[in-house]
């Protein structure tokens, strides 16, 4: 029976996982803003954020075609808020990479410092930006989706159905 180290295989994997991944920097309003493309994992975690505002519909009462209406437009800006709280890797000077928690400058009676996920304090953040500055942002977060979906395609092959065969 053969068997692999988790090193060996994770490097063995590498350079197929590398071309899943992206960043895109830009420029916003003279500073310079780069964004990454988030994982599956993160995908699910801003669905489960921005899903929050529905759930209250449907819960035996009658709902109204305007609470429908605000339920929507808010789980579509939690999901756009939620996508970038994950994808800003760098504003300015300033590298998020790596970083996971966000000192919030409180202090707990036993003297130790609180930490927040660091999507967490972005997407508390980003709630006071201007919603024309979150589309845009949104729109780049997209260009960088296209472009990584662009390399995958390039260098994943597939064979053309034969659609004669399939009828």
Known sequence: MNSISLDALERALAPVESIGRGEITFDAGGTPVTLRVLCPEEEVEVQKFAVIPTQMLGDGEETSPEET??????YI????HGILAHALVAVGAQDFRGVEYVETGEVLPGGQTVKVP????LRK???RWPGALITR???????ALAE?????D???AFAPSDLDAEI
């Open 69 to 74: 209406t605000a339920a929507a437009m808010e």
């Open 77 to 80: 800006e939690r999901f756009k």
């Open 118 to 121: 660091k999507p967490q304090a």
């Open 125 to 127: 953040i980003l709630k």
């Open 137 to 143: 942002m949104f729109r780049k977060y997209h260009e």
């Open 148 to 152: 990584v979906e662009k390399r995958a």
């Open 154 to 156: 390039a260098a994943i």
